[in-house]
């Protein structure tokens, strides 16, 4: 089945600092990823809509210039928090479709991120 | 537009009994509506999906759900609870135009021993 990979699975870093996850759709193209944030106990939260070759479409009250998307492959999407703060701790997860229209969205292991 | 209503943030069943988590969705087209289950953790592993074919779909895991178009529902069941199924369950609406999803809040599932 399609597999979606998410690294890192954990990073812990200090304040101001900017951290990148990747995510890599491994057996299927994705022409379209989907970057999530969940809270404790939560649903899961659109935060933007990555297109291979374009500008990410971001969330209503979703910052672009703190979470910094790039999807330059068919395979490969990045989030890059810039400048992160504590308040930015939190559980992300990124997922992708294949082109059916039927396609379920294949999600990774997540990525959970504290900022000291 | 569409949205989905899972009832019952919390769940707990005792192990060997039924299964019951329910999902009602709105949608203004015929949707294409998934199940989906979250380890601590982890993202989230497909567990079905009703694409317009069979109403009653089978997962993994001995989970199934119906798809009652009449109830705009799709309550995720299993005869047989495991300790092995406590989790987390989303239940999961698309259009399919664009692949935009839009999920349930989830439901937190207890097997009690």
């Known amino acids: 089945g399609a597999v979606v990979s998410q690294h890192p699975s954990r990073v812990i870093c200090k304040s101001g600092t900017s951290v990148k996850i990747e995510c890599r759709s491994l057996?299927?193209?994705?022409?379209?990823m989907f970057w999530y944030r969940q809270f404790p106990k939560q649903s899961l939260m659109l935060m933007a809509t990555?297109?291979?070759?374009?500008?990410?479409?971001?969330e209503q009250g979703v910052e672009k210039d703190k979470f910094l998307i790039n999807h330059a492959s068919l395979t490969l999407s990045t989030l890059t928090v810039t400048s992160a703060h504590p308040e930015d701790s939190s559980f992300y997860i990124c997922s992708a479709s294949e082109s059916r229209s039927d396609s379920p969205l294949h999600f990774g292991n997540g990525t959970r991120l504290t900022v000291t | 537009a569409q949205s989905v209503t899972q009832l019952g943030s919390h769940v707990s069943v005792s192990e060997g009994a039924l299964v019951l988590l329910r999902c009602n969705y709105s949608s203004s087209v015929p949707p294409y509506l998934f199940w989906y289950v979250q380890y601590p953790n982890q993202g989230l592993q497909l567990l079905l999906k009703?694409?317009?074919?069979?109403?009653l779909v089978k997962g993994i895991n001995g989970f199934e759900a119906e798809f009652k178009k009449s109830e705009t529902s799709f309550h995720l069941t299993k005869p047989s609870a495991h300790m092995s199924d406590a989790a987390e369950y989303f239940c999961?609406?698309?259009?399919?135009?664009?692949?935009?999803?839009?999920f349930g809040t989830g439901t937190s599932l207890t097997v009690i021993p």
């Open positions: 999961a609406v698309s259009e399919g135009t664009g692949n935009q999803f839009y």
């Open positions: 990555s297109n291979e070759g374009s500008k990410a479409t971001y």
């Open positions: 009703y694409t317009s074919a069979a109403t």
């Open positions: 057996d299927f193209q994705a022409t379209t």
